[in-house]
């Protein structure tokens, strides 16, 4: 019932942009940390972006300055713009979030179907 629906993805090429977007759907109270997470081919996964509770935005180090995560609460979504892709940003990219759903509520963990963006000439 609870679940991340993650829209998105395809094949650019470098240099060019491309924007994902996960929405939570269900019986959803309260929403925490939303995130982005990716692994590329033959790499472990590693964190891309992070919107927090407090409005904080975080950056992995390898995508700062050319992704962007943004939030629409009201929505109960997270975007992820991705702006000068390069080779190196093909991977499987998952959503993330921290929702307080269910009866009774609890928090719990959820991830997002995976989305490939592929980065080529």
């Known amino acids: 019932q609870v679940h991340l629906v993650v829209s998105g993805g395809g094949l650019v090429q470098p240099g060019g942009s491309l924007r994902l977007s996960c929405a939570a759907s269900g019986d959803i109270a309260a929403i925490n940390n939303m995130a982005w997470y990716r692994q590329a081919p033959g790499k472990g996964r590693e964190l891309v972006a992070r919107?927090?509770?407090?409005?904080?935005?975080v950056y992995g180090d390898s995508v700062k300055g050319r992704f962007t995560i943004s939030r629409d609460n009201a929505k109960s979504t997270v975007s992820l713009q991705m702006d000068s892709l390069k080779p190196e940003d093909t991977a499987i990219y998952y959503c993330n979030a921290d929702l307080y759903s269910g009866v009774p509520r609890v928090w719990r963990n959820y991830w997002g179907q995976g989305t490939q963006v592929t980065v080529s000439s």
């Open positions: 919107s927090t509770a407090m409005g904080t935005s």
